[in-house]
């Protein structure tokens, strides 16, 4: 009987060890943790603030604005690229095939006035003065999410998008006026993360017949 109680004994703290292990690691690799910590690591290890993440595509976006700088993050992140913020042009809130909101610098905001429920999409798409990376899009809603638990709805995608709308034209307006053009560190593009190739560049957004680009192909790693 004692050697069947220590066996067993044994056999439970074994099982409590891997559990704890195991929670220790899906808590490590979690995609939103994943993604922070590449964004801080684009931020020369600062803590991202602004930052916004789409939880289910494994891709974000974080700012410095002290250091002047914006980094992007994909494919869980795997992949970064870094600007400076005056490399930010504009951002524009698609919801479904079409452009319902913009802030791009010198021009007047155009607010968004939809308030329908999204059907396909709420995106954000970042624009950059960037000849070989020019924009990153980010999917805050699409109807997969419906029902997933920690993703937001619809109503709350486009409730967020409309926040960020405000937040990029007051950092559009700083960057303009140059209170956050302190140099920044050599931009990454693509980050040494990885000995593999990077990616094929980001498809458009949409093809000339009207379907979303991004469902075609699934090399396209930031929706």
């Not at 979690?30 to 595509?57: C, F, H, K, S, Y």
């Not at 990616?199 to 949409?206: G, H, M, N, V």
Request: charged share 25%; glycine share 8%.
């Amino acid at each position: 009987m004692d050697e069947a109680a220590r066996l067993l004994t044994l056999l439970a703290l074994a099982g409590g060890a891997l559990t704890l292990v195991g929670a220790a690691f899906a808590w490590f690799l979690d995609e939103t943790r994943r993604v922070r910590r590449t964004l801080a690591a684009g931020l020369n290890g600062a803590a991202p603030q602004p930052m916004l993440i789409a939880r289910g595509r494994g891709a974000g976006i974080g700012f410095d604005l002290s250091a002047g700088t914006v980094v992007v993050a994909w494919d869980k992140g795997g992949w970064r690229l870094a600007y400076r913020l005056t490399e930010l042009v504009g951002v524009e809130l698609i919801v479904d095939r079409a452009v319902a909101a913009r802030a791009f610098r010198g021009e007047a905001r155009r607010a968004l006035d939809q308030l329908a429920e999204p059907q396909e999409r709420v995106r954000l798409r970042f624009v950059f003065d960037d000849p070989t990376h020019p924009d990153f899009a980010l999917d805050l809603w699409r109807p997969e999410d419906d029902g997933v638990p920690k993703r937001m709805d619809a109503p709350e995608a486009l409730g967020e998008a409309n926040r960020w709308m405000a937040r990029m034209e007051s950092i559009l307006r700083r960057a303009g006026q140059g209170v956050a053009n302190a140099p920044a560190a050599a931009p990454v593009r693509p980050a040494a993360i990885r000995t593999s190739p990077p990616r094929t560049p980001p498809a458009p957004l949409f093809t000339e017949d009207g379907d979303d680009a991004s469902e075609d192909d699934p090399e396209n790693a930031v929706t």
